[in-house]
């Protein structure tokens, strides 16, 4: 019982833990990252597998010191587009990234949340 206990305790203290941006890159799932919305993307229109079709943007996020290493891509869909502005500051928390063309983008997911200005 109290490895069990021991081991949610991690768990928890783990999802609540913010990383640089540099760290999130190198990671693939149950990223914790608090940032600023530098830039915002055109919205652009994608089929999606499953049939029917999704807006989707991309923005710039930033933090720790701003630089190349701490800024990546934040993949915005659907709602989340209109929500979110250049200058807020979002909280994702257990999102995961994607690779494509050699830059990492990060995404709340199915299974993360994102929050904006908290």
């Not at 055109?42 to 999704?54: C, E, I, M």
């Not at 800024?71 to 709602?79: A, H, I, P």
Request: overall charge neutral.
């Amino acid at each position: 019982m109290d490895k069990a206990f021991n081991r949610v305790n991690k768990t928890q203290k783990y999802m609540s833990e913010f990383i640089p941006i540099s760290d999130a890159k190198k990671m693939r799932s149950g990223v914790n990252v608090e940032a600023v919305v530098k830039s915002k993307g055109d919205t652009r229109t994608v089929n999606l597998k499953s049939g029917g079709t999704v807006d989707v943007c991309d923005a710039i996020i930033v933090n720790g010191d701003e630089t190349e290493d701490n800024q990546m891509k934040l993949t915005l869909w659907g709602d989340d587009i209109k929500a979110v502005n250049i200058g807020d500051k979002v909280v994702i928390t257990n999102g995961y990234t994607n690779e494509f063309k050699g830059e990492v983008s990060l995404t709340k997911g199915k299974y993360g949340k994102m929050e904006i200005n908290p």
